[in-house]
């Protein structure tokens, strides 16, 4: 499990309940000082921690298939080796 927990992950969830708080107040937690509050700037934060979580899985994964395929196959250890007595 702590394998899928790494940074983009954390910011996505971040960003996720930014844009969750934000929806609910009505943009007005995630306004900046002096601008009016826009409704729509929730999304933004919402879509941006999908896409954020997303990136997560897919790093996750390719780097298990860099993995797996970097493994030499068949190459025999010096304890597994027999025909060296």
């Not at 309940?17 to 826009?38: C, V």
């Amino acid at each position: 499990m702590q394998r899928y927990l790494n940074m983009f992950m954390i910011i996505g969830i971040g960003l996720l309940l930014l844009g969750l708080l934000g929806a609910a107040t009505g943009g007005r937690l995630i306004a900046e000082t002096g601008t009016k509050p826009n409704a729509q700037i929730p999304l933004v934060y919402l879509g941006t921690g999908v896409l954020m979580i997303i990136n997560s899985y897919i790093s996750v994964h390719n780097q298990k298939s860099v993995l797996s395929q970097s493994k030499p196959e068949g190459k025999k250890t010096v304890t597994e080796d027999t025909s060296a007595q």
